[in-house]
């Protein structure tokens, strides 16, 4: 059960309600009465919380759950332990996350402006806007309605915050636009200078970097990552992203839309990626690469080259992830005195 | 010797004193009343300094050092230059820890709480804790005694600290329950929420990450690394873990006693660490790997399977890692012309 | 065009003066006395503004520019569209940055103390210095002309800061000494303890860092890296080295002058590079590894052994870059059913 310190439930909610909620037909033989309060994962359910199986790993667990109700697909129905109420849907982590929503999802915020924030006088807020104490907030700033804005993060002059975005504590923003209900987790930079000079010898020399941040609506960006701003071009997220903690976007770097970057990815500078690319966690892209929609990069490959639409990339250099895994086996059977063939 | 302003020296010891302090055996020919008045790395030690040799790479500095007293282990004791006075130990690292924690260990912590800092009014403080500057201290927050809180660092509502714990500047922490002696280093990210969505083309949702960060006693966390909380489980880190710079530690992961994890790892969501594991710098783990007590991961290897007790892996994916440097050997071989075998 | 929201251009220039600027003859045909407004990409630029083509990747965009002039190498000449002024350079990034830094170097720095910065009254502050919102400067601290520190920077006690440095918001600094014109990102932490400790079974135990970190003269460093101190030795970043973002450098590490370190590139304790060593991103250098003036270490590389002077390398363990690309297409060869030679 979530601690009722940290989280605010919302239940309880009736099997019936759920079900709606999840759009999940509920069984004929299920009681639609029956009351839940809470959910919670498989091995710490009880009688009176919905739990659910998405990743066949945990399917023992499934089998011992003492769960009052569960989401799963139909064909892990029938491991189901006596007693417990199936909700059977093909989609079960999604279905799942509607219910938990429906109890966790209105985490009161508190409108309130701290009085040690510093709010330059131009900026402008809307309704309904939290900012904690010792925030700063440039001139000329736009921070729209219900955004909330953890302690001690500063927001650069002239950035422009979307509708219903929050953004963590000790985060800084600078020189970029960020669309609505944008998730910036703490620790988040974005918009500082790229990695641009000229090398030489006798002296690096900087190279002004003068684009932006371009944001899009409802990008999360993790904790610690880095996101810097266009050197002349702007560095553009596309609507619905996902990024994950201790990532770094170079100067440039256009993503296309609902692209899921995992944890520590680094993509070079003036790297494009096409709409809904997956890259695992740890791999590296080189600079000026062109990645088509929906390439997946395998957890800690370095991709040297493009990329076309639907490829599925592993190795590095990467290659095509079937190729990788060939070589991969290929050379194990060597080592071990066999011929590969 | 250290900087005197940045370090506070509570020598001079002697050499009897040192050598009890580190639990050492003097040899009947060293003067236990020589007087030594710091620590120092072999090239720049003095006559009135301790120095130590651990790392064989530094032998021929051994032999050259103008070090007073040097901590070594026995076989090397012949190789020592003339008129230095020698401190065997088979742990000569421990023992110059505690030798060094003599002479610095004290560093004296400041019982303020600064005017500037925003400490809730329901929140709990023991005695003798120290808030710097700008921090901010969530409602119902309960902090130990002595514990040491940096210049702007964000600690969420209902947040446990345990006694003697140092948490650096500009960290956030949140959702998280600390235990005791924790040293939790600047911009450390504990207690956001996990990387959890249904992903979609049509949009990804997010799934409410509902558990805790745990953190057991006398563990450290190296700066700006980032540690999710679970998203119904706890994040869970044992007794005694280190923990490196730049890490990033996902939801539901749960760490054994005493790990060692290097800078820049990444363990995604679920991993189960056993008691005693060491993993190398740049490392990342699977979601949802199972790794035994005492496993070692080398350095920049990517492990995407469980991993028995004891074991040795390296590569990537991770391989037992005598078999990652057979095939490296043989694949050397082979690109020279040979037959590898 | 850069948004002037968030820059300040000093523009127009003539083609006369930009040429002059650059270090750049302009051709007999070309007029002098044309004005040109800023600077822009290729694919965006327009007859009033200076563009510039460097990476042959863009030649394209170069052939269909608008751009009034363009700095690019003589062999790229006869390519340029109709009515295109061409700025000729050997080094036209070099010559494009001078430019730049002409229209958009100056960016007004604001000689102010925020009132809600606290800074002790023993620290020595020069003229001109600029310190924002939040700010906290320890005791004897020594922060040099003209100065920029961000806002809710943590800068500790007797920490030095030479002339015409900028630090970004949300930094730490400690038991550190950096010289003049550097350029500290945003969240950047520099001088807390390293990775030290005795390990052990039975209680891992922390060795005391006594030493600091020294940064020379024009130095960068990205937003979030970490620069640990030393353990007794200090850290040592030379004149005019250039580090990206995410970047770990581990105690005692030393680097020359001019090194150039890519993101996420993690460099263990001890580690020291001779001047002009370029690390490749996401690389990673083993512990006390010494690497020879102008080493080239390849992207995603791990390096376990010295480098001598000069050397190209690649892989993991990193060897010979032109061996370890031998090596992969070799493992392709073999793969797709060749023997390999």
Redesign the interface.
């Known amino acids: 059960m979530?601690?009722p310190?940290?989280?605010k439930n919302c239940g309880p909610f009736s099997l019936r309600d759920l079900a709606e909620i999840a759009a999940i037909e509920l069984g004929d033989d299920a009681d639609g009465d029956r009351v839940m309060h809470d959910?919670?994962?498989l091995?710490?359910a009880s009688a009176e919380t919905v739990s659910f199986l998405d990743?066949p790993?945990y399917l023992e667990q499934f089998k011992e759950s003492a769960a009052g109700a569960c989401v799963v697909v139909a064909k892990y129905a029938k491991f189901a332990p006596r007693g417990m109420v199936l909700l059977t849907s093909d989609?079960p982590?999604?279905a799942?996350?509607?219910i938990?929503?429906a109890?966790?999802?209105d985490q009161a915020a508190v409108d309130e402006r701290?009085a040690?924030a510093?709010i330059d006088g131009s900026a402008r807020l809307g309704s309904g806007v939290s900012v904690?104490?010792?925030v700063?907030i440039g001139r000329?700033a736009e921070i729209g309605d219900r955004v909330q804005i953890?302690?001690?993060t500063?927001i650069g002059?002239?950035v422009v915050i979307g509708a219903d975005c929050a953004v963590?504590?000790?985060?800084?923003l600078?020189?970029c636009l960020v669309g609505a209900r944008a998730?910036i987790?703490?620790?988040v930079?974005i918009g500082?200078?790229g990695?641009g000079?000229?090398?030489?010898?006798d002296?690096?020399?900087?190279?002004?970097q003068?684009?932006?941040v371009i944001i899009g609506d409802?990008v999360?960006i993790?904790?610690?990552s880095?996101v810097?701003r266009g050197?002349?071009?702007d560095t553009i997220i596309g609507d619905?992203c996902?990024i994950?903690?201790?990532v770094?976007i170079?100067h440039n770097v256009q993503l296309g839309r609902?692209c899921?970057i995992?944890?520590?990815v680094?993509l070079?500078g003036s790297a494009k990626l096409g709409d809904?690319v997956?890259i695992g966690?740890?791999a590296?892209v080189?600079g000026?690469i062109k990645i088509g929609a929906g390439v997946q990069l395998a957890?800690?490959s370095?991709l040297m080259r493009d990329a076309p639409a639907g490829s599925r990339m592993a190795g590095?250099?990467a290659?095509p992830a079937k190729?990788f895994f060939?070589?991969?086996a290929?050379?194990?059977k060597?080592?071990k005195?066999g011929d590969?063939?």
């Open positions: 979530a601690d310190r940290f989280f959910v919670a994962p091995d710490s990743n790993r989609r982590y999604r799942y996350a509607l938990a929503q109890f966790y999802g701290h040690s510093q904690g104490a010792g700063v000329g953890g302690a001690n500063v002059p002239f963590g504590p000790n985060a800084t600078s020189h998730l987790h703490p620790g930079r500082q200078r990695f000079f000229d090398m030489s010898s002296g690096h020399l900087d190279v002004p003068l684009g932006r409802d999360e993790g904790a610690n880095t810097d050197a002349g071009p619905g996902k994950d903690n201790l770094q170079g609902g899921v995992v944890a520590q680094g070079s809904l997956v966690g740890q590296g080189a000026h957890a800690r370095g590095n250099p290659i190729e060939r070589q991969f290929l050379l194990a060597l080592a005195g590969g063939k």
